[in-house]
């Protein structure tokens, strides 16, 4: 698993912190997907659902299943999206190799 790449962060506006938190995870993961299409389906009715599937796919992987997507898909599906960016932000946090 590649961390070099991933920086330390708090919370951003989310649809800045979605946007690097799952490049930051493709990158890591290695996926090889872009960042910024991912953002224009999170807006997309019905769409947002797949959106909020793959990224808690991709938190899964890179935390070699400590979060299973299933339980982070049913935080996505109730109003507490930001309690799957903080739990992907506090991983990429712990894995980053950059100083405080």
Do not use: C
Not at 28 to 47: H, K, Q, R
Not at 85 to 93: G, R
Not at 95 to 100: G, K, N, Y
């Amino acid at each position: 698993m590649k961390t070099d790449h991933i920086k330390r962060r708090g919370v951003w506006p989310q649809i800045a912190l979605f946007f690097v938190t799952v490049r930051e995870l493709h990158i890591a993961n290695d996926t090889g997907l872009d960042a910024g299409v991912w953002v224009l389906f999170l807006y997309l009715p019905i769409v947002n659902w797949f959106v909020g599937w793959h990224y808690a796919g991709e938190v899964e992987k890179f935390t070699d299943g400590r979060y299973p997507r299933v339980v982070l898909m049913l935080i996505w599906i109730l109003p507490f999206v930001p309690v799957v960016y903080y739990i992907a932000q506090k991983e990429l946090n712990n894995a980053s190799t950059a100083p405080e």
